[in-house]
């Protein structure tokens, strides 16, 4: 190797490692937050429903937010959006963590998930086009393994963080972190030539939100306003409405935010589909998982933390590992393993029963599951694709991810209520386990075809 061939690779190891942390803070945010759900719930002296929306609220700017992180990355340059959105989800940070209402610390978790969409998008982007092909399976492994370790450390910093110094620090911890991963990325980003005729189309995105918005609001309200009623049915007319404009339009655009035409490659669309159904799956889980975990082992936080860890653990170090089987075998085969250990884990977490050990194994196979799939999903998402269709393929695969998952959330949240502590959890975990299943066919029958 010669002396500019190690600068180059030193280079792409330091952007790895910031790219990385980026992706880290949102993973960290998410799994952090959970934990406190309970804590904040005591703190501001509401029901579950409005706690969630500290989530819901979250997950509702990553979906709207996502494909338009994309399309400034191509006008202005991926470096300068990258930048902006750890500014902007640094100082949402610090601004949750000083909020002394519970609608003062949902709007800066508004603006935190408007960071984080920059942050999963442009440095995923950022990522993959600075990579070679032959390192870029590896690449995506090593940055889910980042996400896994956030997730593997945020429930149990989070409960330790709760009980003492207490719930802002779950959020004030991300600023440092924000400035280290600046300090990595720093003159270790590869060049983008902005497109200056690169058409942003704010109106197809207004009318994208006006859609999405009313649609997570439906979700999240249908089981209090009742199904027929003329409040839900009427919310979710204008969504329908303004979602059928949406996508008449841009259909019909000759520079379309979001361009449709990918869900006609097959490869693209199943993956898509299976990257849905994993949002559903951990958001899902996750809400309801801390609640049900206090009830039936009466936990303190910090406990809390400690038990949830071999879930996302588990995902963190099998990570690379389903990078490498991705890039050496049919990641279509990764993923339908991923799916059938994240079906076991919901049937074992849907019985009624309270021996730990059975638990412990149904959180290990969630982990598996969950790593399995997220990397190579991705993987053989873009494999689908040519080269310039990857930053609106990332776009607009990870818009659907997390919209799948706000839905999952909002409705997983109104069956677990109507249920009851365990009949509701355990209406939700067969439920999940269902489309789990569902998954598997999917990418079983993707890997035949595409062998």
């Known amino acids: 190797m010669t002396i500019t061939d190690q600068h ?53 700017a990553l ?33 949750a963590g000083v909020a002394h209402s519970l609608t003062a610390l949902n709007l800066f978790r508004l603006l935190q998930g408007a960071g984080c969409a920059v942050l999963y998008t442009v440095s995923a982007s950022i990522l993959v ?21 956030g997730l593997a450390l945020g429930p149990v910093l989070g409960g330790l963080l709760v009980s003492w110094p207490g719930w802002r620090s779950i959020f004030l911890v991300n600023v440092p972190l924000i400035l280290l991963s600046i300090y990595f990325c720093s003159n270790n980003l590869p060049t983008s030539t902005p497109r200056r005729g690169t058409s942003l189309d704010f109106p197809g995105w207004l009318m994208m939100t006006a859609g999405l918005v009313p649609l997570l609001i439906w979700a999240h309200y249908v089981s209090h306003w009742g ?58 889980a996750f809400m309801l998982l801390p609640f049900r975990l206090k009830a039936i082992y009466a936990l303190s936080d910090a406990h809390l933390g400690l038990l949830l860890l071999p879930i996302t653990l588990v995902m963190a170090l099998i990570s690379p590992v389903a990078g490498r089987l991705a890039d050496k075998f049919n990641p279509w085969f990764v993923l339908a393993a991923g799916f059938a250990a994240l ?21 290990v196979l969630m982990g598996v599951g969950w790593a399995a799939i997220l ?77």
């Open 8 to 60: 180059i690779s030193a280079n792409l190891n330091q952007l790895q490692v910031g790219i990385c942390l980026a992706s880290f803070l949102g993973c960290i945010d998410f799994t952090i937050v959970n934990t406190a759900l309970p804590a904040l719930q005591r703190e501001f002296l509401q029901d579950i429903g409005s706690i969630q929306w500290a989530m819901t609220l979250f997950v509702m």
């Open 343 to 363: 079906t076991c884990s919901a049937l074992l977490l849907s019985m009624t029963t309270t021996q730990i050990a059975q638990t412990l194994v149904a959180f």
């Open 375 to 451: 990397g190579p999903s991705v993987v053989a998402a873009l494999a689908g694709l040519t080269s310039d269709q990857h930053p609106q393929g990332i776009g607009l695969s990870w818009t659907l991810h997390n919209l799948g998952g706000a839905l999952g959330l909002a409705i997983a949240s109104q069956i677990y209520q109507a249920g009851g502590e365990v009949s509701g959890f355990t209406t939700v975990m067969t439920g999940l386990a269902v489309g789990a299943f569902l998954g598997t066919i999917v990418a079983w029958r993707n890997g035949r075809r595409h062998v």
């Open 129 to 149: 086009e600075a990579m070679p092909a032959a390192r870029r399976g590896r690449a995506l492994g090593l940055l889910f393994a980042a996400n896994g370790f």
């Open 63 to 95: 979906c709207c937010c996502m494909v338009m992180s994309t399309r400034l990355a191509e006008r202005y340059g991926a470096g300068l959006v990258l930048y902006s959105g750890m500014l902007l989800f640094g100082l949402a940070s610090l601004g």
């Open 227 to 284: 199904w027929l009623t003329p409040t839900s049915l009427g919310v979710l007319l204008v969504s329908l409405l303004f979602l059928s404009s949406f996508i008449f339009v841009e259909k019909r655009s000759s520079n379309p935010i979001i361009d449709f035409s990918l869900l006609r490659h097959t490869r693209f669309a199943s993956a898509c589909l299976l990257t849905i159904l994993l949002a559903i799956f951990y958001c899902s």
